[in-house]
């Protein structure tokens, strides 16, 4: 069933042409994504479809009982109630009809209902009438519901009475689609849900939006997400739509494969024509081959000319390059506690990161992850333990808020600012790498998108040429393409990343190793995000043994032979996972000391530490030592793997 039909829209702002004949169409249970650059007008096509925005030219069909659910970008949930009050009020009429029954349930108790036979009967149909309407609305489970996308979104019971006013922004943006998600309208439309989740709420989500029983309208930078969720998509480019079947890798497959189609087909037209001119040109003039001449302009000029196809817009271009390298060893915590105003957050905090590692921070929403990195930027701010540095390091940081950007500059000033030993010709270069242009690099910060701030931020970063990089939800602000070129250039960089990131496909593509801060400190994980679900659905699945083997217990019979063969059992089972994690520990740990050899022989390498006495003989005493630990650890490996 068709949902929703758009037809040939047209908007303008001003001037400036911002959609032309745009068309797209729903139909029930589609998953639709919208893609496209930033500034390509997807939020604004959003308003119109949702009626929020008007449009100049085109139609917008839909059946006049669709119900449509939008949800704009970072939006907030505003309100005096509590989280339950608000919550519940989405099912207002849900209680007015209980309450109705519950009015009927009394009439149907009164004795002179009892005892008026016809009047019991046209009360009881009612209330059956009335039930049955009740129960197929939901009646008997909203508030399970409730309480089940609540959850999703971390909302607990101990949070159900919080005043939403009291909330963060943050907080409240994920309200307002809870809320959203409660009402089941039959179109649902999203710009950016993804934005302020965490990894855990975003898997939620993913699942509760497949089993969806509307159509989805999603706007979202997250290819993971998108890959998970829809099954179309459009793209806007160059004020257009165009239309592909299957989630963003697809469209990405498709569209590389129609622009080589479309560029061969044309490159074919062009030859042809070539060809008929040139024979034309050498013939006209012939008495004898003037007629073919002429028959060959005449198939020229009623040829259907093929245009040049479009390439992909203009992209972003950067790397990102270090003056010189840090030591192997980069930064070490020991005993680290973190928190504000005296009250610990996390405590207990080791971290070692090694040379040209490239390190993913994943947790929950106020674990306290970007406090950690804060922290590592001033280690004056810790609570206790020590934060040592190796030799040379350099740190370049960017902050998620862009509180390193001055509003009242110019993007020129901004940059030049910083680096005043560059010409305003490098500058402006630099700033047209990223996508800065013209009159654009006159414009004042404040007038910037998220994204532009973030391309800023970006460049100053650039120029830095720092050899440790920081990084606090980098691809936040960022279109799709933006965070390609940025894939690209962290994964060229050849110093040493920490990044805190909900981007799923981000972390996959850059880590080599993952840390999850919890409230008892971190937990290391040696690969990337994929490994890193592996390793936790491992875990799970370790801990529910272990929850099942002690309920086992409690219900074992009191005979002492088969309790004796039970505990022996489970304790062999017990040593087993032992073994297999003290296995998976030196495996990692192996891993490890291999590179620390490799480094430590490299350097032995270089004349000026072979040639340099004192030099030579601590790397050689060095190597002894990572050696021999090596080898215990080997001898180790070997006797658990004889088990």
């Excluded at 981007?503 to 937990?523: C, H, K, M, Q, W």
């Amino acid at each position: 069933m068709i949902v929703m039909q758009v037809q040939d829209i047209t908007k303008y702002f001003g001037a400036d042409l911002i959609l032309s004949n745009i068309k797209l169409e729903v139909q029930s249970r589609d998953r639709i994504a919208l893609v496209g650059r930033n500034g390509a007008g997807k939020s604004t096509l959003l308003k119109i479809i949702s009626g929020q925005l008007s449009h100049d030219s085109g139609s917008i069909m839909k059946p006049k009982e669709t119900e449509i659910g939008y949800l704009a970008q970072d939006a907030g949930l505003e309100s005096d109630h509590s989280i339950w009050e608000e919550m519940i009020g989405v099912f207002s009429h849900l209680q007015t009809m209980e309450a109705k029954i519950r009015t009927l349930e009394d009439k149907m108790g009164k004795e002179h209902v009892l005892n008026d036979k016809g009047l019991y009967t046209k009360i009881l149909a009612e209330y059956d009438t009335l039930q049955h309407e009740f129960q197929l609305k939901g009646g008997f489970q909203y508030e399970n519901d409730i309480r089940s996308i609540l959850h999703g979104f971390r909302f607990f019971e101990e949070d159900y009475d919080k005043p939403i006013s009291s909330l963060s922004g943050g907080q409240k943006t994920r309200l307002a689609l809870v809320k959203l998600l409660l009402t089941r309208p039959d179109l649902l439309i999203l710009d950016e849900p993804t934005n302020h989740l965490d990894i855990e709420t975003l898997s939620w989500l993913e699942g509760y939006l497949q089993s969806y029983p509307g159509a989805l309208l999603i706007v979202s930078h997250d290819r993971y997400f998108l890959d998970k969720v829809v099954t179309q998509v459009y793209e806007i480019s160059r004020q257009k739509s165009k239309k592909y079947i299957g989630n963003y890798s697809k469209y990405l497959e498709l569209k590389a494969e129609q622009y080589e189609q479309e560029m061969k087909e044309y490159e074919r037209q062009q030859s042809e024509i070539a060809k008929l001119q040139d024979f034309v040109q050498r013939n006209i003039a012939r008495a004898s081959t003037t007629k073919r001449a002429q028959s060959k302009r005449k198939q020229l000029s009623k040829m259907d000319k093929l245009e040049r196809p479009e390439g992909g817009e203009k992209s972003a271009q950067f790397g990102f390059t270090i003056e010189r390298p840090t030591g192997n060893d980069v930064l070490q915590l020991n005993d680290v506690a973190i928190g504000y105003n005296q009250e610990i957050l996390v405590r207990n905090i080791k971290l070692q990161i090694q040379k040209e590692e490239s390190i993913a921070l994943v947790g929950p929403n106020g674990i306290g992850k970007s406090t950690l990195i804060k922290t590592i930027m001033r280690p004056e701010r810790k609570l206790d333990g020590t934060i040592q540095f190796g030799s040379n390091v350099q740190i370049g940081y960017y902050d998620q808020e862009q509180a390193n950007l001055n509003s009242n500059k110019s993007v020129l000033n901004e940059l030049w600012d910083e680096y005043p030993a560059h010409t305003e010709k490098d500058i402006r270069t630099v700033l047209g790498n990223f996508l800065f242009s013209g009159d654009d690099v006159l414009k004042g910060v404040n007038e910037l998108s998220g994204g532009q701030k973030a391309r800023l931020a970006l460049a100053k970063l650039m120029l830095q040429k720092a050899n440790v990089l920081i990084l606090d939800e980098p691809t936040n602000h960022l279109d799709l393409d933006s965070k390609e070129v940025l894939e690209n250039a962290l994964i060229e960089y050849p110093g040493t990343i920490l990044f805190i990131s909900h981007d799923r496909y981000f972390i996959n593509r850059i880590a080599t190793r993952v840390i999850e801060l919890s409230p008892g400190g971190l937990e290391n994980y040696l690969g990337d995000y994929d490994y890193y679900m592996e390793k936790k659905a491992e875990q799970a699945e370790f801990a529910r043994i272990e929850a099942e083997e002690q309920n086992r217990d409690q219900q074992m019979a009191t005979g002492t032979e088969q309790k004796e063969k039970f505990q022996i059992d489970k304790q062999a089972k017990k040593e087993e996972r032992k073994r297999l994690r003290r296995v998976e520990e030196i495996e990692v740990k192996i891993e490890t000391l291999e590179k620390t050899i490799e480094d430590y022989e490299n350097e032995l390498g270089k004349p000026e530490v072979f040639q340099d006495y004192e030099k030579s003989q601590e790397y050689n005493q060095k190597l002894k030592s990572v050696n021999q630990e090596l080898e215990h650890l080997m001898e180790e490996w070997e006797s658990l793997q004889l088990k």
